[in-house]
């Protein structure tokens, strides 16, 4: 079966860094995404993954290994609007999106 | 309109009862797509169209049915409500739907079904 595994919930401080790692095992890789979602609100777009490494975007960072079935995301200078869940979902061999359940991201002043 | 919209924002609905979920985009998007999200799980697609015209099935399609004769409306249909389909439902887009191309969601639709 296809399956996409992140953290339920993690804790950061204002002004840290924190990693949120997400594994995956789909029939086919089409590339991986990362949205951000805040409560009571829509899934927004984050990165896009298809080669191995990172890619930057200001403060917040991805990156793949698709040898691995793995990705993270990479939050940097943490502010409190980033409270927020992260949902990984992989775009499998039929280009549907397979979603992981999402990381709920707390910070704490 | 700027996006993607979707009405009702909420609803309240009897068990037995018929129920279409209204989703319209302006961004002439081709592909357009169904999900459910309920706490714990992940999103769950549960229609999709590629192009005006043609749509499929996705991994949670029993009990709905949806419809694609334009590009921009993509109605979602609930023939006769039952209660494990109270959820929040998304209506998403994406240029293409057999691409790399990022989807982009509407603000939601919050189901409850007694």
């Known amino acids: 079966g296809q399956n996409i595994d992140q953290p339920t919930e993690m804790t950061a401080t204002e002004g840290a860094i924190v990693q949120i790692n997400c594994t995956y095992q789909t029939s086919g890789f089409n590339g991986l995404f990362w949205y951000q979602q805040h409560a009571g609100e829509a899934p927004t777009f984050l990165s896009y993954?298809?080669l191995d490494g990172l890619e930057e975007k200001g403060r917040f960072s991805s990156f793949l290994s698709r040898s691995k079935g793995y990705s993270y995301l990479l939050l940097k200078e943490l502010q409190m609007k980033d409270s927020a869940s992260y949902l990984c979902a992989v775009r499998d061999s039929n280009y549907q999106l397979i979603w992981g359940a999402g990381t709920k991201l707390i910070i704490k002043p | 309109i700027a996006g993607i919209t979707q009405a009702p924002t909420s609803q309240i609905l009897a068990a037995g009862r018929r129920m279409t979920l209204r989703c319209t985009q302006d961004?002439?998007?081709?592909?357009m797509y169904w999900y459910r999200q309920d706490l714990g799980l992940g999103l769950r697609l549960i229609h999709y169209s590629n192009t005006a015209g043609t749509t499929g099935k996705g991994e949670v399609p029993d009990g709905y049915s949806v419809s694609r004769a334009n590009t921009d409306d993509f109605p979602l249909t609930l023939a006769s409500a039952v209660p494990s389909q109270t959820s929040v439902y998304f209506c998403?887009?994406?240029?293409?739907?057999?691409?790399?191309?990022?989807?982009?969601f509407g603000p939601g639709t919050r189901l409850t079904v007694l």
């Open positions: 961004m002439r998007h081709n592909a």
């Open positions: 993954n298809v």
């Open positions: 998403a887009s994406s240029v293409s739907g057999t691409s790399g191309d990022t989807q982009y």
